[in-house]
């Protein structure tokens, strides 16, 4: 994303990423844990001589969930001339002891874990015009916090010249679910040098499926992430193409889906399969089909980065016609226990189809979840996401739900007296001043029952004790994190590369 976009979008990600509801306001603030495997990435990264300036935001990850007070990181540049360093204007204050030095602080807690979290102590780079082509430097980062042991970690900076890559027009089409079509590609140089080859980042929702397996195309669990073009492109042409596609059969309609095309340099593209190995992932493997060409072109080798990204992203969007909806099913639980016994209910949402619901563009949860306990139990756990609401618990899950799949949430529960066929109850989506998904074609199994010590054939919709698995008729069964990657895995691989700020500042947790 470009660098100006960052900071207006930041905010609201950081929004996004927030726990949601009243428990959650009212919760309150956590000790300082220890760090749990901590780790620090920080990317290289290729900046164009006489660019704007190029955003880095490093990330952080943890084993478990932890809370780090008084973070704070020192950025410094070594082995360039010519090259700055200054605030990114993220989350923290960040302020320069001189022009290769910068220090940041923050008051607030910084709350990452397994999924990792950007977004603090931002810094942009620029390579001045006094800075020497081809030269390599190295940034260090040293992030300490309150009970922890200090982090350092480099990055190699790359001086390189500097082209402008600017992506084709907005495209809008409409489709019913299970129809093919051409998502056109367009790019153009509009600087004052020759682009030595060309590559495309694909962010896409789920509703884009690919269709063929191209040779420079990147595929990563069957989908297409990028794709890396030789042809060079001269100052004031336009290269085109198309990349074939199939809108999913179970893409909700009517409605509608975006696929956002990055154009990236092929040294801008080396910078973001290195963070991806950090990150333990990458781009894919190449397709096993035939070559995609845009136009015919001599081919250059020469290292380069995008002196203007503001211009380098294309929306193709399409609306999906016709008539395809989602039921989402109640997922209750049967258990069965005696006093004194700590039984597992799974409980939350299953959708049955036919559309698979994907809200990762406004990063809403499709459901929202009361849970309400059998009589005779008290709670010993609930799981992240769900918190306290009188005498019962709400709990946010993931912006994606495939169809066939489940979101299920883990409680434990002290059976503190036997009450035969005690009851308590599963609701989605209950009316609420909230954004939820309110198009559900069957509201009437939007409640389940968690049955403890039935005495009939129950009517939860689980399994037994400490089991309450909530497949729903051999249905598989993911979790809230599954959800979103499987929805989303694409979406946060290219946002990882580009520099798009997500920031949070906390994470509710409740456990009793």
């Not at 309609?253 to 095309?261: R, T």
């Not at 109850?425 to 998904?437: D, G, H």
Request: glycine share 14%.
């Amino acid at each position: 994303m470009p660098s100006n976009s960052v900071r207006r979008v930041s905010a609201a990600l950081a929004a996004i990423a927030a726990t949601c509801g009243p428990a959650a306001a009212a919760a309150a603030p956590a000790a300082a844990a220890p760090a749990a495997g901590l780790t620090m990435i920080v990317r290289d990264m290729t900046l164009p001589v006489g660019g704007a300036g190029t955003l880095l935001s490093p990330s952080w990850w943890a084993d478990e969930e932890t809370v780090l007070s008084e973070p704070r990181l020192t950025y410094t540049l070594s082995g360039l001339t010519g090259v700055t360093l200054a605030d990114g204007d993220g989350v923290g204050e960040c302020v320069n002891e001189s022009p290769v030095k910068l220090e940041c602080t923050d008051d607030w807690e910084l709350s990452t874990g397994p999924d990792g979290i950007t977004g603090w102590f931002s810094a942009m780079l620029k390579a001045t015009r006094s800075a020497t082509l081809g030269t390599s430097g190295t940034l260090t980062a040293t992030f300490v916090a309150d009970g922890i042991a200090p982090i350092t970690e480099q990055a190699t900076i790359r001086v390189a010249g500097g082209v402008d890559l600017k992506a084709g027009p907005d495209v809008s089409l409409s489709r019913k679910p299970g129809a093919t079509f051409d998502a056109p590609l367009v790019v153009h140089n509009a600087g004052r040098t020759v682009a030595d080859g060309t590559s495309v980042v694909f962010n896409r929702d789920w509703a884009f499926q690919t269709t063929t397996r191209f040779s420079n195309c990147f595929y990563r669990d069957g989908e297409l992430t990028a794709c890396t073009f030789d042809q060079s492109l001269a100052p004031g042409a336009t290269l085109r193409g198309a990349m074939p596609y199939k809108l999913r059969a179970d893409t909700y309609a009517p409605g509608g889906a975006v696929n956002q095309l990055e154009w990236l340099t092929p040294a801008e593209l080396e910078d973001l399969e290195a963070l991806l190995r950090q990150e333990g992932r990458t781009l894919g493997t190449p397709g096993g089909g035939g070559v995609l060409k845009l136009r015919q072109a001599a081919s250059a080798s020469s290292r380069q980065a995008d002196t203007n990204p503001d211009n380098n992203w294309t929306n193709v969007g399409i609306r999906a016609t016709g008539t395809n909806g989602a039921d989402l099913v109640a997922v209750g639980a049967d258990l069965k226990g005696a006093a004194g016994e700590v039984v597992t209910a799974r409980v939350g949402v299953r959708n049955a189809g036919p559309a698979t619901v994907d809200f990762g563009r406004s990063g809403e949860p499709v459901a929202r979840i009361k849970v309400k306990l059998p009589a005779g139990t008290e709670l010993v756990s609930a799981p992240d996401g769900c918190s306290r609401d009188g005498a019962a618990y709400r709990c946010s899950g993931g912006w994606f739900l495939q169809t066939g799949h489940a979101e299920t949430y883990t409680f434990k529960l002290r059976v503190t007296r036997v009450v035969p066929d005690a009851k308590g109850a599963v609701v989605v989506n209950e009316p609420c001043e909230c954004e939820q998904f309110s198009q559900d074609t069957n509201p009437a199994n939007n409640t389940g029952a968690i049955v403890l010590n039935g005495t009939g054939t129950g009517t939860g919709t689980g399994t037994g004790t400490g089991g309450g698995g909530g497949q729903g008729g051999g249905l598989p069964v993911t979790g809230p994190v599954a959800g979103v990657i499987g929805g989303a895995g694409l979406v946060l691989l290219v946002a990882g590369g580009a520099g798009v700020v997500i920031a949070r500042r906390r994470r509710t947790r409740f456990v009793a």
